[in-house]
């Protein structure tokens, strides 16, 4: 494992002319470099003699010159952020001024900090461990409402201390199976294999109930996919500009106008959807439709949830739009929901009826009991707020209100996923009366995985693949 003993800067503020811009130092020797060009407004202050988390008015100066009155703010180790000295420069926020003082300290023995490195040094030095560690980047991503508290609450350390519980188990259970094994040869047994049996299965239904909620934990952190689907010309595309309030993709007469997916996000209460209109379910007539539709289909796996849009037209045969065809859009119309319902038998599926306000709403020829809708105009912007409801309803995030453990990074997901096998595998072998060196095996395996997502086990390599993504200055 890398040991590093440098002292780094960065800028922690973005880049560009704003009031202010934070200047960030960390390492054993942070305190003193500042403090040599440091000099205090009122009176003659030595940085390195003041208390930890105390704020100094002040100058930088390069060899007599004032580069800009700063507030420089000490973080004495180990009660830092990453354990270590720690000096934050608070300078008015010119880019000029930044970049002279970067330029001074790197001059004078200061290393410019890599990506994530000032959280790397937190997690090298016990600060926490590596699922809080990845939880700051999801944090400073997060974008909505739910992506916000998910990584808030394994920031603080609800993920784990859930993993660290399972581990302190295993581990326990471990030392007593390696011990059976140093007494082989007097048929020994220290541990208990009822007990072992009741914590095995105790363990497996949580790393299940872990890895199942990463189906939630996932789509609230990167956004609920949603397909909006239907025929061509039933309003998709108006619908999604309705939903963003604004003209995003093209609205035509012409049947077939969107031939290729187009994607945009909005926030519903605190929740981060993607919506993707789709081009219109029908024999195409072109090859390049015929690529659309093959894509409308991807897009349904992909989607949590489908928004299955209908003309109100179609439904009614008193409708004053009443076409010829109606008849068969209701057949082609209940053979796909047939279809998407029998492939994908989990997806979530709402039934909108568009341009109600064309038609009368009693007479619709489809049993609303077996298909209950929800009609809108996406046209003139009505029913929309029964919809975005609706959506909302779908999305489970119950165990997130009441704070339980959902896991969103798909890291993690793999390591729970293989921890569970390897558990699953114990479990076989103990209803097997498997002998105890070979437990062993799927116990350590188990072990691993689970002290991968906590930093317990880490190579340089796992370490590079996390923080390469971080920010400059974090």
Sequence with gaps: MKQYQDTIIALATPAGSGAIGVIRLSGPDAIDIVNRFFQSKFHQKDLRNVPTHTVHLGYIKDDGQILDEVLVSIFKNPQSYTGENVVEISVHGSPYIQQQILQLFLKNGVRHAQAGEFTLRAFLNGKMDLAQAEAVADLIASDSETSHRLALQQMRGGFSSEIKKLRDELIHFAS???LELDFAEEDVEFADRQQFKD??????QTLKHLVDSFATGN???EGVPVAIIGEPNVGKSTLLNALLNEERAIVSDIAGTTRDVIEDELVLNGIRFRFIDTAGIREAQDQIEKIGIRKTYEKIKEAKVVVFLIDACALSQKSSC??????KVLQEFETEIQNITRKYPNKKILIVVNKVDKTNRKDYQIDTRKYPVIEISAKHKTGLDRLNN???SLVNKGALDQNQVVVSNARHY???NDALQSIIQVENGLNTDL??????IDIRAALHSLGEITGDITTDNLLDNIFRNFCIGK
Excluded: N
């Design 322 to 327: 009443h076409e010829p065809h109606h008849q």
């Design 435 to 440: 002998s105890g060196d070979l437990l062993s």
């Design 390 to 392: 609706e959506l909302v």
């Design 176 to 178: 007593l199976m390696e």
């Design 414 to 416: 793999q390591a729970l």
């Design 219 to 221: 789509v609230l952190k």
């Design 199 to 204: 914590l095995v299965q105790r363990i497996k």
